[in-house]
């Protein structure tokens, strides 16, 4: 059981409503900012962010609960402008709920104070002091003339400035062969590594592989140049384009050993170890260099096998004529 005991205090005192301390919707936080608001002796000015500081309410609690009693009628506000162009904002609160009406009514009675902090004389405006004589329209008639001959440069005079040298002519374009062109084009399908090769090199490339070519080297020298020089150990090539241009960047010389075979006659060169070493280059008719898995020794790939019968039967000579005698 509970038990209450009231004493009466003889001085400092204020009388509230029941319905102001159990109000449901108010918090304890907004209920002690209005009570300790409502207790304030006659004229006091504090605003309800300092009472928040006295009462030790945080700024997020007082937040809420100042949004509660705005909520509910008990406080209002308004920003007006005051003497000197200053605005002040008004905050009324009450002991009851009120209407915006109503509260614009009592807000209307109280007199706009100005701020009781001075203000600095750098920030008060100054009064304004006219310019001396009359004002004169600015002029219409452009720039002043000058002779002709006067030096008009603002730089100070000097040793006579040189002509500045005609630009040296631009390098003539090396023409690139198509062949070359089209082995660039080629080399995706040579291997997977080079399959990402950017499309604004290939011109760059074609010119490697033309200085390769001018030098006396043929396609299948430099396939089998490229080859050697990608990686055999399962690292991927990232920058295809650029291991390229290292690659193709230095041209080797053409040596041919004393009592070689001609060219036509030379063994296909050696497919590099590794990966790679497994495929072969196909030797029938394909537009671009093509490899495959043989199986034993054979020069061809499956589809030129399957179709080389059929070519040589369009090819054979016909048979001669058979004479029969009765």
């Given at each position: 059981m509970i038990y209450r005991h009231h004493i009466a205090p003889p001085r400092a005192f204020t009388q509230f409503s029941h319905d102001l301390i159990r109000h449901?919707?108010?918090?304890?936080?907004?209920?002690?900012?209005?009570?300790?608001?409502?207790?304030?002796?006659?004229?006091?000015?504090?605003?309800?962010?300092?009472?928040?500081?006295?009462?030790?309410?945080?700024?997020?609690?007082?937040?809420?609960?100042?949004?509660?009693?705005?909520?509910?009628?008990?406080?209002?506000?308004?920003?007006?402008?005051?003497?000197?162009?200053?605005?002040?904002?008004?905050?009324?609160?009450?002991?009851?709920?009120?209407?915006?009406?109503?509260?614009?009514?009592?807000?209307?009675?109280?007199?706009?104070?100005v701020p009781s902090a001075p203000v600095s004389p750098q920030v008060a405006p100054s009064p304004r002091i006219p310019a001396a004589g009359d004002p004169t329209p600015p002029p219409t008639d452009g720039h002043p003339r000058k002779d002709p001959g006067e030096n008009t440069s603002h730089r100070p005079a000097g040793p006579e400035r040189k002509p500045d040298p005609e630009p040296a002519p631009a390098p003539e374009t090396t023409e690139v062969p198509e062949a070359a062109r089209a082995l660039v084009a080629a080399l995706p399908h040579l291997s997977p590594d080079l399959r990402r090769i950017p499309r604004g090199m290939h011109d760059e490339l074609a010119r490697l592989v033309s200085a390769w070519f001018a030098a006396g080297h043929t396609p299948a020298?430099?396939?089998?140049?490229?080859?050697?020089?990608?990686?055999?150990?399962?690292?991927?090539?990232?920058?295809?384009?650029?291991?390229?241009?290292?690659?193709?960047?230095?041209?080797?010389?053409?040596?041919?050993?004393?009592?070689?075979?001609?060219?036509?006659?030379?063994?296909?060169?050696?497919?590099?170890?590794?990966?790679?070493?497994?495929?072969?280059?196909?030797?029938?008719?394909?537009?671009?260099?093509?490899?495959?898995?043989?199986?034993?020794?054979?020069?061809?790939?499956?589809?030129?096998?399957?179709?080389?019968?059929?070519?040589a039967s369009r090819c054979a000579p016909?048979?001669?004529?058979?004479?029969?005698?009765a």
């Open positions: 449901p919707r108010l918090s304890s936080d907004a209920v002690r900012l209005l009570t300790w608001q409502l207790s304030l002796p006659e004229g006091a000015r504090e605003s309800l962010s300092r009472t928040a500081e006295r009462a030790r309410i945080g700024a997020c609690a007082f937040t809420r609960a100042k949004r509660q009693l705005k909520e509910e009628g008990f406080v209002h506000e308004r920003r007006v402008q005051g003497p000197g162009g200053h605005w002040v904002t008004q905050q009324l609160v009450s002991n009851v709920p009120l209407s915006a009406a109503e509260a614009a009514k009592l807000l209307g009675r109280m007199p706009v104070g020298a430099v396939r089998a140049h490229i080859l050697r020089g990608l990686p055999d150990d399962g690292t991927p090539v990232h920058r295809p384009g650029g291991l390229l241009r290292y690659l193709l960047r230095d041209v080797p010389p053409v040596t041919a050993p004393a009592g070689s075979a001609p060219a036509s006659e030379q063994p296909a060169p050696t497919r590099p170890a590794g990966r790679l070493a497994a495929l072969r280059e196909c030797e029938g008719d394909h537009v671009q260099a093509t490899l495959f898995r043989p199986t034993g020794d054979e020069t061809l790939c499956r589809r030129c096998l399957n179709s080389a019968p059929s070519r016909p048979p001669p004529p058979r004479t029969v005698i």
